[in-house]
T-cell receptor
Framework: SQTIHQWPATLVQPVGSPLSLECTVE??????LYWYRQAAGRGLQLLFY??????ISSEVPQNLSASRPQDRQFILSSKKLLLSDSGFYLC????????????FGQGTRLTVV | DAKTTQPPSMDCAEGRAANLPCNHS???????VYWYRQIHSQGPQYIIH?????ETNEMASLIITEDRKSSTLILPHATLRDTAVYYC????????????WGAGTKLIIKP
């Protein structure tokens, strides 16, 4: 069965520090992978998506970047965090075949202080 | 993608059926209706999806009107664990299209 792992679950980082969140998928190949951010009480905002190794599309301009070094690995990064980067970050994948459902990781709650 | 509108919140008594409405009056012929839910501080969970016909699975039933401009998610016997935010999304059934998330409906199941 397909599973998606995301870590860490919570993170407190000072302003100006770097960030690296990792997401890995098991049980599938060539997945479409996504990074979302969710502000409190709001829906999910798409940040990045990737249809393959080295292929990254950005939905909104921001202080973050993403990379896909391996087929089942998706990384969200920042060189210098801002207070506004705080939020709940979610990784998701959708099968490369005809999409039926998206699978989400458990999320990372990032607090920038 | 078609825009969907949902009530911001709803209450339901435990053991009763929870009926969550969703309007998608601009839905296109190739767009499916997807339902997800998100329990507090967790990732969203897929519930069900449909195109034209009513659908049922172990979690819920989805009733889509004949003109496809609205739908209702039915949780037949709500439990306290069904308390969550429920999202209705209209999107083509193709992984190249994004899921556009609104604010959803916060469903509170009361004992």
């Amino acid at each position: 069965s397909q599973t998606i792992h995301q870590w860490p679950a919570t993170l407190v980082q000072p302003v100006g520090s770097p960030l690296s969140l990792e997401c890995t998928v098991e049980g599938t190949s060539n997945p479409n992978l996504y990074w979302y951010r969710q502000a409190a009480g709001r829906g999910l905002q798409l940040l990045f998506y990737s249809v393959g190794i080295g292929q990254i599309s950005s939905e909104v301009p921001q202080n973050l970047s993403a990379s896909r070094p391996q087929d089942r690995q998706f990384i969200l990064s920042s060189k210098k965090l801002l207070l506004s980067d705080s939020g709940f970050y979610l990784c998701a994948w959708i099968s490369g075949a005809q999409a039926v459902e998206a699978f989400f990781g458990q999320g990372t709650r990032l607090t920038v202080v | 993608d078609a825009k969907t509108t949902q009530p911001p919140s709803m209450d339901c008594a435990e053991g009763r059926a929870a009926n969550l409405p969703c309007n998608h009056s601009t839905i296109s012929g190739n767009e499916y209706v997807y339902w997800y839910r998100q329990i507090h501080s967790q990732g969203p969970q897929y519930i069900i999806h449909g195109l034209k016909n009513n659908e049922t699975n172990e979690m819920a039933s989805l009733i889509i009107t004949e003109d496809r401009k609205s739908s209702t998610l039915i949780l037949p016997h709500a439990t306290l664990r069904d308390t969550a935010v429920y999202y209705c999304i209209a999107r083509p059934g193709d992984s190249n299209y994004q899921l556009i998330w609104g604010a959803g409906t916060k469903l509170i199941i009361k004992p």
